[in-house]
């Protein structure tokens, strides 16, 4: 079977069971796929959801993206050969030739003798930028040798022009080099000045800030057990699950290690690799806050990982690009806006002819999938036509502004729960 690769299933490590999978996976439950290179990654079936979970570590170990093609072959009950093709890439069109400049009119001295010369005006196509240096090395060479002080020269020799041709222009002469080095030369700055920016908050510097952030950044609560020993628990429901993480190894042999949770890892620096425990290393845990601040990302997300029984940098390699693909799809839809913004309110929409306008940034399922977006509440901006076509109901810009106003009014609804106070406890009375 042949399975096209989008976006969201980068983002979720997953794939979708489609109409013409479903026979090929009747069962709910874990099942193996075995890659290219004969390693086996270990999947979920949910047919409730209609996904496959886990797939995640598939894709990056074969270097997949989007439209990249996964083949799916079924060996045996519960186990599939899983093997990756990647799309291939259009070679870039040849450069194109440098437009010729337009010929200019110059004047030209036809014939020459001691007493006499004859100019006139006459076309002159400019020579190609490639023959230019030679032209003005040619131009140097025949430039008179500079004036000995120590010698006297000739003054020059008028030459006299006949009174029925016009008189020759003065020539120009060129501008006067610099007589500095050409060390003493700076290039001209012409870079714009660019809006400052807000400087990011600073990263905590202790493990257990930094853990403190990622709970924060991620939807984990952070509890303290005591004995070096941290809690993050994930409050998802029948999806919840919680992780022990160990500062110290003398934390492993304390009664809060023995606290029960789903995972287990001991914080190491990346050149650490402990036996008989998974290990979480601080290089990733920071990396892991980075990629956060960048992106939603969620307990739900990083599961897979803490399963895998490692989360090193490594880990946080295929976070990045999880991470990378949902900033790539925020651009992409802001490509489709910025060219929608060049047709007015009230026209109609030709899905090839903007497809043309994108160019290769934009494929055929991404444009549908932002165009069908756009047709559904709160954006309501475009109204599908027969044919394959819409009708932009309002321009961008108007489009834009009302939903500035619209997050605006439901930010101020808002209301966030105060903390709940602690009970006051009466105080007794004190007896002598």
Do not use: C
């Not at 913004?341 to 002819?353: C, T, Y």
């Amino acid at each position: 079977m042949r399975y096209i690769i989008t976006r969201p299933d980068l983002q979720e490590g997953s794939l979708r069971l489609l109409k013409y999978l479903d026979a090929l996976f009747p069962q709910p439950g874990p099942v193996q796929f075995v890659d290219d290179q004969g390693t086996e990654h270990t999947v979920q079936v949910d047919r409730a959801a209609g996904r496959v979970w886990g797939v995640g570590a598939l894709y990056h170990a074969q270097h997949l993206g989007v439209n990249d093609v996964l083949m799916l072959t079924a060996l045996a009950p519960g186990r599939y050969q899983a093997e990756g093709i990647v799309k291939p890439y259009a070679s870039p069109p040849p450069p194109r030739p440098a437009p010729s400049a337009a010929p200019e009119t110059r004047r030209v001295v036809t014939a020459a003798t001691p007493h006499v010369r004859e100019v006139r005006l006459q076309t002159v196509r400019p020579a190609p930028a490639a023959e230019a240096p030679a032209r003005e090395a040619a131009r140097e060479a025949a430039a008179p040798a500079p004036r000995d002080p120590g010698r006297p020269t000739e003054p020059p020799r008028a030459e006299p022009v006949r009174a029925d041709q016009p008189r020759p222009e003065p020539a120009r002469t060129p501008a006067r080099k610099d007589a500095r080095t050409g060390s003493d030369f700076r290039p001209l700055d012409v870079r714009f000045d660019r809006p400052t920016a807000a400087p990011a908050p600073a990263l905590p510097q202790d493990s257990a800030g930094q853990l403190g952030e990622l709970a924060r950044l991620t939807g984990y609560r952070l509890h303290e057990l005591g004995g070096g020993v941290t809690r993050l628990t994930a409050d998802l429901g029948t999806h919840g699950y919680s992780v022990l993480v160990a500062h110290q190894p003398d934390a492993l042999t304390g009664a809060a290690w023995s606290e029960p949770a789903e995972y287990r890892v001991l914080l190491t620096d990346e050149a650490t690799r402990p036996e008989g425990v998974a290990r979480l290393t601080r290089e990733a845990l920071v990396a892991l806050i980075e990629h956060a601040r960048l992106a939603p990302l969620s307990a739900v997300d990083l599961r897979g990982y803490w399963k895998a029984g490692s989360v090193d940098l490594e880990s946080a390699a295929s976070v990045a690009e999880m991470v990378s693909a949902h900033l790539a799809q925020r651009g992409t839809f802001s490509f489709v806006l910025l060219t929608l913004a060049q047709q007015p309110a009230h026209s109609v929409v030709s899905v090839p002819r903007l497809a043309e306008r994108l160019g290769s940034g934009v494929n055929y399922a991404e444009l549908g999938s932002i165009l069908d977006t756009l047709t559904r509440p709160p954006f309501l901006a475009l109204t599908p036509l027969p044919a394959g076509q819409y009708l932009l109901r309002v321009g961008v810009a108007e489009l834009l502004s009302d939903m500035a106003e619209y997050a605006d009014v439901v930010r101020r609804r808002i209301r966030v729960p105060a903390p709940a106070a602690a009970p006051v406890r009466e105080r007794e009375p004190v007896r002598a």
